[in-house]
């Protein structure tokens, strides 16, 4: 068995020539609570039925420990604790606890858990349908026109199928021509629908 991944270039930085590369694991799947019940019960003498009990007490037991401001340590497994975030652009002196909000939670392996996965096997599994294709700014506003000429908006799903970039490409791309005035959000921020800039 080996964990399969594949390269992707990083977002371009102004004066970097040549991109770098970064991996990413191309998930299998998602084991269900399900199929870990049936295979930690398999593992040892606890019935599936205890185990779903154990998951669903551990679940409150993190929620009261990380509410209640502790960090919580696994022995074998890891560290869980609270990331928080606030508005950034509020003045230190007027923030109160209900500008606070939990971001995240955070997750620390133990080095026993951290040192096994250095016997995991790795196997590149590269697909050009998980990439963006490569394309200059003027074949982009030349696709763009053509698109506009037959059409008076424009969505994020469109562009991808012009452009043939992957939804992080195209929403960085279009944010970019948004700053340049080719396009305007003429839709809201969540829903976004574009036009021809002015």
Known sequence: MAVKFDLFENPVKEGVSSPKLHAKVI???????????????????????????????????????????????????????LSLKCTPDINPKYITASDIRVRSIKFTPDKELADRFKEVKFERSADSSRHSSKMDDEEVKQKLAEFFA??????????????????????????????????????????????VGD
């Open 27 to 81: 998930t299998k799947d998602v084991v269900t609570t399900h199929e870990i019940r049936e295979s930690i019960s398999k593992k040892c003498t606890v019935a599936p039925a205890d185990v779903a009990a154990v998951i669903t007490a551990l679940n409150d037991e993190l929620y009261e420990k990380l509410s209640d401001g502790y960090a919580v340590h696994l022995e074998g497994i890891g560290y869980f604790s």
């Open 150 to 195: 037959g059409h008076s908006f424009l969505q994020r799903r469109d562009f991808e199928q012009l452009t043939g970039f992957n939804q992080s490409k195209a929403t960085r791309y279009i944010r970019r021509l948004v700053e340049e005035g080719v396009l305007k959000n003429v839709g809201s921020k969540f829903q976004p629908v574009y036009m």
